[in-house]
T-cell receptor, first 110, second 116 residues
Framework: QKEVEQNSGPLSVPEGAIASLNCTYS??????FFWYRQYSGKSPELIMS????GDKEDGRFTAQLNKASQYVSLLIRDSQPSDSATYLC??????????FGAGTQVVVTP | GAVVSQHPSRVICKSGTSVKIECRSL??????MFWYRQFPKQSLMLMAT?????????EQGVEKDKFLINHASLTLSTLTVTSAHPEDSSFYIC????????????FGQGTRLTVV
């Protein structure tokens, strides 16, 4: 079982719609959760971090965390073509090590 | 956010040669730096963690004699891929943080290594 799992996609989203990305993790002791955006050929950039159960909103992005279900998600509202990228879920496990999922490719179509 | 500069961004080398990749923190002192490798359509895999002035800690399965890491100062860490082979071709990314585990780490731009 992979430590952090994501659907690889691609997730095709019409411009202006909501993109919903999901991530599950295996280490129940994990406390810190991150979403990174990675454009092709570039390094990841942090877009959201979340540490407590519930929702956290930042602009068009909302991260949702459910530790009981070991599940974290990212919603992108009003999707734009510039949001087309691979989104990486990362979880800091109980040993303090940051584990990355393989990423979900998002394609926003005009 | 803080700036981490990685150089070179792309490098092509012949099989059997060595390649050095530099990672610099430009506006903060990086007590800890991380080196990752990413194969196409795969996740970032942590190779090693380095703390300034001490030996790097390598992840299981990463050959420390092949991937030499030096973190000689608070602003510079280097990764040297020795005797490179085509299977070492990958995207290598460093990240750096200033403080302890709860501080954010910032990524460099990455280095695309191609071994021919």
């Amino acid at each position: 079982q992979k430590e952090v799992e994501q659907n690889s996609g691609p997730l095709s989203v019409p411009e202006g719609a909501i993109a919903s990305l999901n991530c599950t993790y295996s280490d129940r002791g994990s406390q810190s959760f991150f979403w990174y955006r990675q454009y092709s050929g570039k390094s990841p950039e942090l877009i959201m971090s979340i540490y407590s159960n519930g929702d956290k909103e930042d602009g068009r992005f909302t991260a949702q965390l459910n530790k009981a279900s070991q599940y974290v998600s990212l919603l992108i509202r009003d999707s734009q073509p510039s949001d087309s990228a691979t989104y990486l879920c990362a979880v800091k496990n109980s040993w303090g090590k940051l584990q990355f999922g393989a990423g979900t490719q998002v394609v926003v179509t005009p | 956010g803080a700036v981490v500069s990685q150089h070179p961004s792309r490098v092509i080398c012949k099989s059997g040669t060595s390649v050095k990749i530099e990672c610099r923190s430009l506006d903060f002192q990086a007590t800890t730096m991380f080196w990752y490798r990413q194969f196409p359509k795969q996740s970032l895999m942590l190779m090693a963690t380095s703390n300034e002035g001490s030996k790097a800690t390598y992840e299981q399965g990463v050959e420390k004699d092949k991937f030499l890491i030096n973190h000689a100062s608070l602003t510079l860490s280097t990764l040297t891929v020795t005797s490179a082979h085509p299977e070492d071709s990958s995207f290598y990314i460093c990240s750096a943080r200033e403080g302890g585990e709860n501080t954010e780490a910032f990524f460099g731009q990455g280095t695309r290594l191609t071994v021919v």
